[in-house]
């Protein structure tokens, strides 16, 4: 498996927009999270986070090839079934559809950081006392962050962790790394 730091340089090859490497940064530290919850390996876990939209640049306009083309660059450097977990991470377009643990964690941990980013930017005191109750709220107000799908952020259920429990874990994972997403 390759090293953080390389994972690190080979996403920043790629010369993704901002926001996207915040994606990245915010998804590994919620997978970083639930691995340490779930007694996972957390590299295993983190780096896949870190690494699931690696060819969005070359695929954002042809979505039925995003995470396929990830996992096919990624076959030496991370394990199956992470690769698995990239590619099911967009099943509803490219047909590979979750089924183990791995798989859901990815699809809620990378969906809950638009979530979490979109409360956090709307408070004066951004991810300070943000919490699954105010999150719960903003996910029944089908306006706020519309582009996020609250049916996938669910899945949690499905690895194991309560809607609370995760709701809260994302908060406390992307807090640990907020200045890098300028969530300071
Ligand atoms: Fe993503």
């Known amino acids: 498996m390759l090293t ?28 970083r ?13 983190g780096l896949t986070g870190l690494l699931h939209d690696l060819d969005f640049h070359e695929t954002k306009d042809i979505p039925d090839e995003h995470a ?21 991470h967009n099943g509803e377009r490219n ?13 809620c941990a990378e969906t809950v950081t638009g979530l979490v980013s979109a409360a956090a930017l709307v408070r004066p005191t951004k991810l300070d006392g943000l919490g699954a109750k105010s999150l719960k709220k903003k996910m029944k107000d089908k306006a706020f962050a519309a582009a996020v799908n609250r049916e996938i952020i669910r899945e949690c259920e499905r690895v194991g ?16 790394i907020a200045d890098q997403v300028d969530l300071k």
């Open 4 to 31: 953080r730091e390389e994972a690190w340089e080979l996403l920043a090859s790629k010369g993704q927009e901002r926001h996207m490497l915040h994606h990245a940064l915010e998804t590994e530290a919620v997978m």
């Open 33 to 45: 999270g639930l691995a340490r919850r779930l007694e996972q390996d957390e590299d295993v876990w």
């Open 68 to 88: 396929l083309r990830a996992a096919t660059w990624l076959a030496d450097a991370l394990p199956g079934e992470a690769l698995q977990a990239i590619r099911a």
């Open 95 to 107: 047909g590979i559809m979750p089924a183990a643990q791995f798989d859901y964690a990815l699809r």
């Open 161 to 176: 962790v309560s809607l609370d429990d995760f709701l809260n874990d994302a908060v406390a994972s992307i807090a640990e």
